[in-house]
């Protein structure tokens, strides 16, 4: 008897999928639909539908919202509970489950979708970057499911779930295309829920339930169709040789993997709406902010220090976040500084001049410090309590967001300094965000800076950069390509945020960069290049680069200083800085930061060591000019002789190195010093009779 194959897939027929959710898991799930739906074609037809299980009205209509507009969708919701497994609730409840019980639904999936004989099941916490009716066209024959193997699961020696269920055809049960009418023909939800319950130990919640019962009748998928990019990043078992062996395709190494992924599964606790530096993350928020969720504001926080959160703690965390900005009427004005631990003192400066010329108590001041593991513990604190009542300020850790193994600094700057690009992807809850440097000070409320319209296709605001010579312009003409008129300074800038994140402009910085090693001013002279014709330039006054008060051109700007840039290697803390004329601002704010004695003291000792190592090799370098002059000023005359000799003749020579042979022989026994050099005074002679002959 011939095995009975499922109907082929046509394009006059509907392509099936199904996600499961309750309202912990609605954030996730919109977002998955969402990312579905962005990607249908439209020559197809797909039913979406959405098992509920105690989601509210709200969020039903939101899952409704993802197909607004789009014809070829239909989107169903099917209410429905996990009420047959309840009595295992006491023999698991102790047990960290990684999945929310909901996903047990997935036992009933062939009784809820009757009609149905094949249907695709997709997680939550997934991100769909391609046509899902290239994994529905996959044929089942008389196979329980097809889904992608789960690394590294496969490649652990020995097996750590058991082996009953070991092997290369272990498989993740993110994203499955089940064949429902086989689940019918064999009782399948039957044999589940048997095996549920008598693995009361099993913390996966369904994955090994379903690898136990279908055994040996998976088709295998390519690994793009579930990439768990997370759970690859933290194990060193992927053997790459034996991926290549499976797949027939070239994944030799985890960035080949990240490159073909069609499908993304955050299937580790490294949720990208928890935590706004987990795998993937950027990709999450684009998706996030297309969706109906799009005005509701993303709280995250920092993989650094934490440990697995469970989907309930989450969405407390979450919904706390939420709260809190509910009782606060006031408009958020969001500002970003990136300092080093070097800098964080002069920060405290910066923050305090924000503070001392805030106007109005009709806004709320949130003060963002980026920063990696190079800030010590003791500033961050220092930082944080500089907030005031309508000004918070808060430390977040992005070290896990961009390699700093590839970056590259010159002179003063630091690394950091690219941490600004990571603004729009970290803080995209808001529309516009203000960074500024740590070498700066403000004498207006910066409300004003944030208030200035950017315009429409304009990316970010910043305030033109004046070229002070020849060489720069050069540069920035020949190298750059840019009209030097047009440069701006990166030290204050404002961001609209989405438009950055979906431009792609990071990805575009960091591949220039990459590429490039000859930028005077990394970060800024990118910035230029990436974003040209897409900036708008800000008046002066919210810029003033301290060392441009010495162009002519720049007088009419010394009176209007908004914001003070103290740029180049020329600080007011500095002794080389100290006296400038509007040094005299920064040590204004400087003296109501709780680090002023530190800023003093530092800077103090710095020049003092500076002092005496500069003494000390003037002194070294004294000795050995010294000794080399002793030892080869006879060399040195005798090979001038010789050579005028040879241009000249013997006469000419003799007479012209007399002084010369009379000075080298002084020397040698210290016959002469500075006040007393024949060769000096001989010069000046000649040099006043070829100035008198001219004259005359």
């Not at 994955?207 to 060193?236: G, P, R």
């Not at 040789?241 to 993304?264: F, P, R, T, V």
């Not at 729009?424 to 070498?439: A, M, N, S, W």
Request: aromatic share 12%; with cysteine.
């Amino acid at each position: 008897m011939m095995k009975k194959k499922n109907r082929p897939y046509t394009k006059d027929r509907f392509i099936n999928c199904v996600l499961i959710t309750d309202d912990n898991y609605i954030t996730p799930t919109v977002v998955a639909i969402q990312s579905i739906v962005n990607n249908c074609n439209k020559n197809n037809k797909y039913n979406l539908y959405v098992i509920c299980d105690n989601v509210s009205d709200i969020n039903k209509n939101l899952i409704k919202t993802c197909s607004y507009n789009v014809g070829n969708v239909n989107i169903s919701l099917i209410d429905s509970n996990v009420d047959f497994l309840l009595e295992t609730d006491d023999e698991t409840k102790d047990i960290y489950m990684v999945a929310n019980k909901t996903a047990l639904l997935k036992f009933k999936l062939a009784e809820i979708l009757k009609s149905l004989d094949k249907v695709l099941y997709l997680d939550g916490d997934i991100l769909v970057n391609c046509d899902i009716a290239e994994i529905y066209k996959v044929e089942l024959y008389n196979n329980y499911v097809a889904a992608v193997r789960d690394l590294p699961q496969v490649f652990l020696e020995p097996q750590l779930i058991g082996s009953e269920i070991s092997g290369i055809n272990y498989f993740n049960s993110g994203v499955m295309l089940l064949n429902l009418q086989k689940f019918r023909e064999d009782k399948i939800k039957q044999k589940l829920i048997k095996l549920k319950k008598e693995k009361t130990d099993d913390n996966l919640m369904d994955q090994n339930v379903f690898n136990i019962a279908f055994k040996n009748k998976v088709v295998q998928l390519d690994l793009s169709y579930n990439v768990c990019y997370a759970n690859y990043l933290s194990t060193k078992r992927l053997d790459y040789s034996k991926l290549k062996k499976y797949y027939k395709k070239d994944y030799s190494s985890i960035d080949k993997i990240k490159e073909q992924a069609k499908i993304i599964h955050y299937s580790s606790f490294l949720k990208p709406w928890i935590y706004y530096d987990a795998p993937f993350a950027e990709l999450w928020v684009k998706a996030y902010y297309l969706s109906p969720l799009k005005d509701k504001p993303l709280h995250r926080i920092s993989l650094d220090g934490q440990t697995n959160i469970s989907y309930k703690k989450a969405n407390i965390l979450l919904s706390q976040k939420n709260d809190e900005d509910m009782h606060i009427k006031k408009k958020i004005i969001p500002i970003v500084l990136c300092p080093d631990h070097n800098y964080a003192k002069y920060a405290t400066v910066t923050i305090q001049s924000i503070i001392d010329n805030i106007t109005s108590n009709q806004f709320e001041y949130r003060i963002y410090i980026f920063h990696d593991e190079e800030m010590f513990l003791r500033d961050k604190e220092v930082l944080k309590k500089l907030s005031t009542n309508n000004v918070k300020v808060e430390c977040l850790d992005v070290r896990n967001l961009i390699d700093k193994t590839k970056l590259y600094s010159r002179a003063h700057y630091s690394k950091q300094m690219f941490y600004r690009w990571l603004i729009p992807e970290v803080l995209p809850q808001y529309t516009k965000v203000i960074y500024i440097d740590c070498d700066v000070v403000l004498n207006d409320d910066i409300v004003n800076l944030y208030n200035i319209p950017l315009g429409d296709k304009n990316i970010v605001g910043a305030v033109r950069n004046p070229v002070q010579n020849q060489k720069m312009e050069n540069y920035l003409s020949s190298v750059l390509k840019i009209n030097p008129s047009d440069y701006v300074n990166s030290g204050v800038m404002v961001f609209y945020t989405r438009k950055f994140l979906f431009q792609n402009i990071k990805e575009k910085c960091l591949e220039l960069l990459y590429n490039h090693d000859v930028f005077l001013c990394p970060d800024q002279d990118v910035i230029n290049i990436v974003l040209k014709d897409k900036i708008k330039f800000l008046p002066s006054g919210w810029n003033l680069q301290w060392e441009n008060l010495t162009l002519t051109n720049y007088d009419k700007y010394k009176n209007t200083h908004n914001i003070i840039h103290f740029t180049t290697g020329v600080k007011p803390w500095k002794l080389n800085g100290v006296n400038h004329s509007l040094a005299e601002y920064f040590w204004k704010y400087a003296r109501k930061s709780p680090l002023y004695e530190e800023i003093l003291y530092s800077n103090i000792d710095f020049a003092i060591n500076k002092l005496i190592k500069s003494n000390s090799t003037k002194q070294e370098t004294k000795k050995k000019e010294k000794k080399k002059l002793i030892i080869t000023w006879p060399f040195r005359a005798m090979r001038l002789f010789f050579k005028n000799w040879k241009d000249k003749n013997f006469k000419y020579a003799c007479k012209e190195n007399k002084i010369k042979w009379k000075y080298a022989f002084n020397r040698l026994f210290h016959k002469v010093d500075k006040d007393n050099n024949p060769i000096i005074k001989v010069r000046k002679e000649r040099n006043k009779k070829n100035k008198k002959g001219k004259n005359e």
